[in-house]
T-cell receptor
């Protein structure tokens, strides 16, 4: 069966520090991968998606970047965090029937 | 205009009540439709896909109205455990993106 791992679960970072969040998927090959952010009390905002290794589509211009160095690995990064980067970050993959499965998420607080 | 819009609620209902949520979408070329459930501080989880002919899963019924560009979710005999935020999700023709509504919060009271 397929599983998705995302870590860390919680992160507290100072403004201006770098960020690296990692997501890996098991049990499937060539999945579509996604990074979302959810601000407190808000909906999910699609940040990046990837349909293959090295292929990244950015949905919202901002302080973040994404990379897909391996088929089942998706990384979200920032060189310098802003206060507005705080939120709940979710990684997801989608099946051939277009259903999305999410990782448990990373709750990021930028102070 | 947002891709997907939902009434944020909250909907406060007693146990056993029937409650319905609607969600409108702006892109008439949208092809796939879903309802997800999100518990507080947790990741969203698929509740059900929405098919053109409508579909039912136990106490939950989903409907799609392409002409008016909305989908609905009906929950019968509400349980305390149904308390959550319900997210409407729409995917366009290329299936590479998913657009989430901001969610409708449901509180089922004893």
């Amino acid at each position: 069966s397929q599983t998705i791992h995302q870590w860390p679960a919680t992160l507290v970072q100072p403004v201006g520090s770098p960020l690296s969040l990692e997501c890996t998927v098991e049990g499937t090959s060539n999945p579509n991968l996604y990074w979302y952010r959810q601000a407190a009390g808000r909906g999910l905002q699609l940040l990046f998606y990837s349909v293959g290794i090295g292929q990244i589509s950015s949905e919202v211009p901002q302080n973040l970047s994404a990379s897909r160095p391996q088929d089942r690995q998706f990384i979200l990064s920032s060189k310098k965090l802003l206060l507005s980067d705080s939120g709940f970050y979710l990684c997801a993959w989608s099946t051939s029937s277009h259903i999305q499965y999410f990782g448990a998420g990373t709750r990021l607080s930028v102070l | 205009r947002k891709e997907v819009e939902q009434d944020p609620g909250p909907f406060n209902v007693p146990e056993g009540a029937t409650v319905a949520f609607n969600c409108t979408y702006s892109n008439s070329a949208s092809q796939s439709f879903f309802w997800y459930r999100q518990d507080c501080r947790k990741e969203p989880k698929l509740l059900m896909s929405v098919y053109s002919s409508g579909n039912e899963d136990g106490r939950f019924t989903a409907q799609l109205n392409r002409a008016s560009q909305y989908i609905s979710l009906l929950i019968r005999d509400s349980k305390l455990s149904d308390s959550a935020t319900y997210l409407c999700v729409v995917s366009p023709y290329n299936f590479n993106k998913f657009y989430f509504g901001s969610g409708t919060k449901l509180n089922v009271k004893p």
